[in-house]
């Protein structure tokens, strides 16, 4: 049968493009990113959890689900290498919408963090909080791929590097944990809508037009 005349479904259209309406749905996320998106959380979470029991004996238990602790402390690295290459790639994918632009500096947290639903009507696709998150998560990222680097291979390093590199790896993944604590939350509970964003790749015109004032007249062209 001809495909002229059909009209591609909003799945089939999100596999490839985002930022396009269809029918009363935006697409958000195409495919390729959401899938970078879920490997650096699965990756995170699998070197988060076998990290936290080579950390400390109060998180000794968690090992026993990844097959005892000679497993974490040999999957834990690789996890880490993992995630960091997962994040180059997320990186690469969302540098060009991640630059801070000038109505950036007019957006306020506090503000945001009332969820008054009075959102500034110059928030573009990501609002100035979402961006210092993407920024922070990949300052973060590199703080430890780099001092796990100097602890996977501790013997070719000095004493106080390595002290040093210990001290920046915790505070780094302590940093990191509570910054996804509140990614998540924001993600999902916090505002109804945003979840499936990043499943099925969509949002509703309310919501973006609610959140993301701007990028909804950018995407609509304007029209209500
Ligand atoms: C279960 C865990 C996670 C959930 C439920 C989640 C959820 C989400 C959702 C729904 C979005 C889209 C937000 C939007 O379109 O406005 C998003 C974006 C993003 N996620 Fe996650 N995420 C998770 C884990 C992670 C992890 C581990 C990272 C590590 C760096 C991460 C980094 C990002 C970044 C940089 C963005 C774009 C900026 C932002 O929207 O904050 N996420 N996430």
Wanted: aromatic share 16%.
């Amino acid at each position: 049968m001809s495909e002229i005349g059909v009209r591609p479904t909003v799945m089939q259209v999100a596999r490839e493009r985002e930022d396009v309406v269809v029918g009363d749905e935006i697409v958000r996320h195409k495919f390729s990113s959401r899938v970078i998106h879920w490997m650096v959380a699965l990756f995170f979470f699998t070197a988060l959890l076998t990290g936290m029991p080579i950390w400390s004996p109060v998180f000794g238990w968690m090992a026993y689900f990844f097959g005892g602790l000679t497993v974490c402390r040999w999957l834990h690295p690789w996890a880490g290498i993992a995630f960091a290459v997962a994040s180059l790639v997320m990186f690469v994918d969302w540098l060009a919408q991640m630059r801070f632009d000038e109505h950036d500096r007019h957006w306020n947290v506090i503000q945001y963090l009332r969820f008054s639903g009075a959102e500034d009507q110059e928030v573009g696709k990501y609002n100035a909080g979402q961006k210092g998150f993407f920024w922070a998560a990949m300052a973060m990222m590199l703080v430890l791929l780099l001092t796990g680097i100097v602890l996977w291979w501790s013997a070719y390093f000095s004493q106080p590097f390595r002290s040093v590199s210990i001290l920046l790896h915790s505070l780094a993944f302590i940093g990191f944990f509570c910054a996804i604590v509140a990614h998540i939350y924001l993600g999902t509970a916090a505002e109804p809508g945003t979840f499936r964003s990043m499943t099925r790749g969509t949002v509703s015109k309310a919501w973006a037009r609610l959140h993301h004032p701007r990028w909804f007249r950018e995407v609509t062209g304007g029209k209500p």
